[in-house]
């Protein structure tokens, strides 16, 4: 077990080392560093000492090392536009996008996994095709689509939620519903046919032969099983979900670390950019990292055989 | 209980594996969809019944012309500009399947080779793309396409080259598991054996059956090439105005909801949604037509 | 080995399965017309090759089909009652309990992510409504008497933390644990190890002599049945085409196929160079020919098996051959 988590760890940081690796060379190789790192109307004075500052005149492998070195320390720089750490920034909207995350998650969940036994159980009948009807528009309507017609039809016509800001309950149903909708769909196509492959599983019929009524066949030997690469996908598409909400978050000004991005862009604000981006990164690589070792606690055939 | 059966004598038939032989069950209502789709973005210029990139101010929020205040001179009104929503709805057709087509063909291609190189070649070749397909995979599409706009500046070929550049590693990735399992294949040992070069085996045994995952690929990358394409407008980092893209329209519309301007969001919205659609189930039957292993992807 | 007089425990009467593709063209006739009988605390072997349809037979029995498969025709008498007839909630009370049921692969039948305990307790609780400790008092009993050491520790362990032959047991002591009139086997020895194979097989015997059960043993393993089994089912392309008494058969078999079979067996006293195999692939079984399905490999075949389907022949001593040169030895002499 520990050889399997050292292991694992040790593709994380590697993983991390290239991501930040491809970032760094991205920004220095492509166009003009100095013109993304510079604020707009920064004088003569300030040039040079961004120049000092990222080592510019260096060569490259000097400026990955003060690159690295600053990451480490957190040093994510500045933001042009709010004069502010963009570090500080970040963990100042996080929450926001957590928040809009575990509400779409919960919702894409529990409609995707009951929706998608069902479809399973009824396979080839009415609730299977529905099912695969609403798996279809799901993977194909676009969040942002979504969260548009949602505003026209919720706040403009019936005028019952509110439009855009961060506030109460009614504040958060539609961006989580726009945000959920995809994550939904996809959950309960990989539930149905995880369903199915249990159900055609040895082990279940193994179950029916002894007897037991089909509900706890279903419900006791079956789901636990076909739950486990639903759960686990859940987990990756969690921080997945934080990092694309934003372009929900922008449709409903949503104060989170999607708008963050996008007031990066809208600015010219890069180093804003380049932060949001570098920790989106972290974190997905991170939580894989983390689900990986909690399936292995979790799933007793893995902790032996690693 | 009957105590009879019908015995329906018939031949089994024969199993074609790799080709879309039988064209009996096409998918008639994606193909007809792309189909249009891809007419009107050839033929735009004949096609759009004004120009839409130029309006009138005079003209300004006309709606469609089924409800009041529009007229048959703009079928689906005009918008903030005055410009023909019709006509961009037109040109924007171009604009989605030129960067669509050409960045999944673009992923596809390097995406492919580099999977055939790190499936067959193995060894630190395959550590190297591995290492760097499982880190930049951990980037969410948009994200990082986000990024690269950002760096890159927006035009048409820049977008192309971003999504490109973002969608290979998942080419890479599904080929390279292709061809670890062809090389343990009959087929493959044999031209082993007989001497045949690395580079001819890879050229002429594996990339032939490695071809239709990755067209199964392909067309359900379409779909997500759009959506990104389209979001990368939306947030004002994709093509640049004043050509008209769909996700640009629905940015630009977004103005005019709050008032009820529905057909400046709701259509070009639409668009998008039929070409994803299409997409996507147009990749579901190919992927069940073409081999029924697929049915991972 | 003697026969068992009295009105048999199960008897299969021109039982057929078929199953349909999704579209209706295709019929698989899996299981044809079987007839077979098994008395009580008997052991009735069935042989045959892949896809002769021996596993589907054994889920007919109890009725646990895959969606494109169903019983079409027949019956199956089962202590007075058709189970054919029975509605599912019926069989229910069957599966399990009065008759039970164990897997080829013993890895796969039990649920990973259960205990050994609660898996065999499960049925015990489910069929008599027993509370949880005595359920488990009685499984621990039960591992005891399919020779599990240490049951006390081993009931509170998960299926990966075992070997192969352990497993094997524990889906035995499933099997008997309410206590059913009929075992059925379903290839239960051919994913262990030869040396494992051998205990496996005497444990068998002793649970069938402890608690009086018939045992349906599906095998493709002629040495498995001369060792286990008093009579003998020889199935080929879903028909039986032979049954019988074992060493009646083992001696002078009647059909081809059986006789292939058993020529098939490589003996220690053989001096030829070559194993003899039979010729041919089993037919489609979406599109048999007419006649007999084996006349195609068959050396003995004349033009009569090519044109009409043998019946079955009741043929002395309790034997049945489907086989034109059956009728041919009744009609040249034998009674």
Redesign the interface.
């Known amino acids: 077990m520990k050889q399997f988590v050292t292991r694992r760890i040790g593709y994380s940081l590697l993983s991390l080392l290239l991501l930040s690796l491809t970032i760094f060379l991205f920004v220095r190789v492509t166009g003009d560093p100095a013109a993304l790192l510079v604020e707009p109307g920064a004088s003569e004075q300030d040039i040079a000492a961004i120049h000092q500052k990222f080592g510019l005149d260096q060569p490259l492998w000097v400026q990955y090392g003060l690159f690295m070195a600053n990451l480490l320390r957190g040093d994510f720089g500045q933001s042009f536009y709010y004069q502010t750490p963009v570090l500080e920034l970040y963990i100042d909207r996080l929450p926001n996008s957590l928040i809009l995350g575990l509400v779409a998650m919960s919702f894409s969940l529990l409609v995707g996994i009951p929706s998608g036994i069902l479809a399973a159980v009824r396979v080839g009948r009415f609730w299977d095709n529905a099912g695969k009807l609403f798996t279809l528009l799901g993977l194909s309507l676009p969040s942002f689509f979504v969260g548009l017609v949602l505003i026209l039809v919720f706040s403009v016509y019936l005028g019952w939620l509110p439009s855009s800001g961060a506030g109460g309950f009614l504040h958060i149903l539609m961006p989580a519903f726009a945000l959920g909708w995809y994550f939904a769909a996809a959950h309960m196509r990989l539930t149905r046919s995880s369903m199915l492959e249990v159900l055609g599983s040895e082990y279940v019929k193994l179950a029916r032969l002894k007897g037991l009524p089909p509900s706890m066949v279903i419900a006791k030997h079956a789901f636990k099983n076909a739950l486990i690469p639903v759960l686990t996908l859940a987990g990756i598409n969690l921080v997945l979900m934080i990092n694309v909400a934003v372009v929900v978050e922008t449709v409903f000004a949503w104060p989170g670390i999607g708008r963050l991005l996008y007031e990066g862009i809208s600015f010219r604000d890069f180093p804003v950019v380049q932060g949001v981006v570098i920790m989106g990164g972290t974190m997905i690589v991170a939580v894989n990292l983390l689900v990986d070792v909690v399936y292995a606690v979790i799933d007793p055939r893995i902790r032996l055989e690693k | ?12 038939r024969p199993r074609s594996r790799s080709s879309v032989a039988r064209l009996g069950d096409l998918p008639i209502i994606p193909l007809t969809i792309l189909a249009i789709i891809t007419f009107a973005a050839i033929f735009a210029d004949v096609l759009a019944p004004h120009n839409p990139e130029v309006g009138s101010l005079t003209a300004r929020f006309h709606p469609p012309f089924w409800q009041a205040g529009g007229n048959t001179d703009h079928w689906l009104g005009t918008d903030q500009l005055g410009r023909d929503v019709l006509s961009r709805l037109i040109f924007g057709a171009r604009v989605s399947m030129v960067v669509g087509f050409t960045a999944v063909i673009f992923a596809g291609a390097i995406g492919t080779v580099l999977g055939i190189l790190a499936g067959y070649l193995g060894g630190w070749v395959d550590q190297v793309i591995m ?2 397909t ?3 995979l ?3 599409g ?3 396409a ?8 927006p035009s048409m070929w820049n977008i192309v080259i971003i999504l490109g550049a973002v969608y290979w590693t998942r080419y890479a990735r599904v080929v390279r598991g292709e061809v670890l399992s062809l090389k343990e294949r009959e087929f493959v040992r044999l031209a082993v054996v007989a001497g045949c070069s690395k580079w001819t085996i890879m050229r002429r045994h594996i990339l032939p059956n490695v071809v239709n995952s990755a067209i199964v690929l392909a067309t359900l990358m379409l ?1 997500v090439v759009i ?1 990104t394409e ?2 990368l407008s ?4 994709g093509v640049p105005p004043p050509q008209p893209a769909w996700g640009l329209m ?1 940015s630009d ?2 103005q005019g ?4 301007y ?1 057909w400046l ?2 259509l070009p ?1 639409c668009c ?2 039929l070409m ?2 299409s997409a ?2 147009l990749g579901d039957w190919l992927r069940v037509k073409l081999d029924p292993q697929l049915r991972q992807l | 080995m003697a026969a068992i007089p009295g009105r048999p425990l199960l008897e299969l009467d021109n039982l057929s399965t078929h199953y349909v593709s999704a579209q209706g063209t295709r019929v698989v006739r899996a299981v044809d017309e079987v007839s077979l009988r098994v008395h009580a605390g008997e052991t009735v072997g069935i042989v045959g090759e892949s896809g002769s349809g021996k596993s589907t037979l054994a889920l007919s029995i109890l009725r646990v089909l895959p969606t494109a498969a169903q019983i079409v025709s027949g019956h199956m008498w089962f202590e007075g009652e058709d189970l054919v007839q029975k509605s599912d909630a019926e069989m229910r009370h069957v599966r399990g309990k009065r008759i039970a049921m164990i897997l080829q692969d013993p890895m796969a039948s039990l649920n990973p992510l259960f205990t050994i305990g609660n898996q065999v307790a499960e049925p015990i609780r489910v069929h008599e409504g027993v509370g949880r400790s005595k359920a488990w008092e009685r499984a621990r009993n039960l591992l005891k008497a399919v020779r599990i050491p240490s049951p006390e520790t081993r009931v509170t362990q998960y299926p990966h933390e075992m070997s192969g032959g352990m497993r094997q047991r524990i889906v035995g002591a499933i099997g008997i644990s309410c206590e059913p009139r009929l075992l059925i086997a379903d290839e239960p020895t051919t994913s262990l190890d030869l040396t494992i194979q051998a205990q496996y097989l005497n444990l068998l015997r002793e649970l069938q002599r402890e608690h009086g059960l018939a045992l349906i043993f599906i095998t493709h393993n002629l040495g498995i049945v001369a060792k286990m089994c008093d009579q003998l089912v020889v199935m080929y392309a879903g028909r039986v085409v032979e049954s019988g008494p074992v060493s009646r058969i083992f001696n002078t078999p009647a059909h081809p196929y059986t006789k292939a079979l058993l020529n098939s067996i490589p003996r220690m006293s053989d001096t030829r160079q070559r194993l003899t195999a039979i010729d041919g692939q089993p037919p489609d079984l979406s599109s048999l020919p007419r006649g007999c399905s084996f006349a195609a490999r068959c050396p003995s075949a004349f033009d009569r098996c090519r044109k009409e389907t043998p019946p079955e022949f009741n043929l002395d001593g309790g034997r049945t051959a489907r086989c034109w040169l059956a009728s041919v030895a009744m009609q040249s002499g034998a009674a």
């Open positions: 209980m009957s105590t009879t059966t019908q015995r329906v004598a018939l031949s089994p290492r760097l499982d880190a930049w951990a980037l969410p948009l994200t990082f986000i990024f690269l706009a950002a760096i890159v500046g779909g959506v389209a979001s939306f947030l004002g980092v629905l519309g977004k909801l709050m008032v009820g529905w969001t709701v919205g998008i949604m994803v659609l996507n189930l």
